[in-house]
């Protein structure tokens, strides 16, 4: 029986992007091909679940809204790992950094590209729902190829409370000069909620 490596599965309100504020499932893979410096999940946890037991732990919650994410999720996910969350009427939004490819089944793709933090992160998707960028001072040309439905600039969160007002502040200050991105904030940490 086939197994995943599941950080933690649990029910919350999306934080972030285009679906904020959105009740939603998280189920976070542990493990990822990166190492981004910002990262704020630890690899290094996580326990062995099988398919079924994963199912059976996303029925527990009423919302239909399902998100995969980690960790890298592509390294995982299947059609098939797809499908069977469609059978429970699930909506499967991915959260990746778009070095793998990704079943053709998955509702909402949110690419997080992450080719200028690593050498080796090239993007192989060619299009996304919602491009979400977290910026920290590069330039944001270099995403002007990716194929998105919708723009997000997301401060990254340094820890460092002056630069991080200072990274909100100029993403503030971009969206104002680019109109077509938007501005996505980590609500949930403001709140105070997973």
């Given at each position: 029986m086939r197994t995943f490596k599941i950080n933690e599965i649990f029910y919350s309100l999306q934080g972030e992007g285009f679906y904020t504020g959105t009740p939603s499932i998280f189920i976070r893979f542990s493990g990822c091909n990166l190492d981004c410096p910002f990262c704020d999940t630890d690899h290094s946890e996580g326990q062995t679940l099988t398919e079924p037991e994963i199912l059976e732990e996303v029925e527990k919650y009423p919302s239909q809204h399902v998100v995969l994410t980690g960790g890298e999720p592509s390294l995982y996910i299947d059609r098939e790992f797809i499908q069977s969350l469609h059978s429970l009427g699930k909506f499967v939004a991915v959260e990746t950094n778009g070095t793998c490819p990704l079943p053709d089944n998955v509702d909402w793709v949110t690419l997080s590209p992450k080719f200028d933090v690593q050498p080796d992160a090239a993007v192989t998707l060619s299009e996304c729902d919602e491009l979400?960028?977290?910026?920290?001072?590069?330039?944001?040309?270099?995403?002007?190829?990716?194929?998105?439905?919708?723009h997000f600039i997301q401060p990254c969160d340094t820890g460092?409370?002056?630069?991080?007002?200072?990274?909100?502040?100029?993403?503030?200050?971009?969206?104002?000069?680019?109109?077509?991105w938007r501005l996505s904030l980590q609500t949930h940490k403001f709140i105070g909620i997973q």
């Open positions: 979400k960028v977290v910026y920290r001072r590069q330039d944001m040309g270099i995403y002007s190829g990716i194929a998105a439905r919708h460092d409370k002056k630069l991080d007002r200072q990274l909100l502040s100029e993403s503030v200050e971009f969206c104002k000069e680019h109109p077509h």
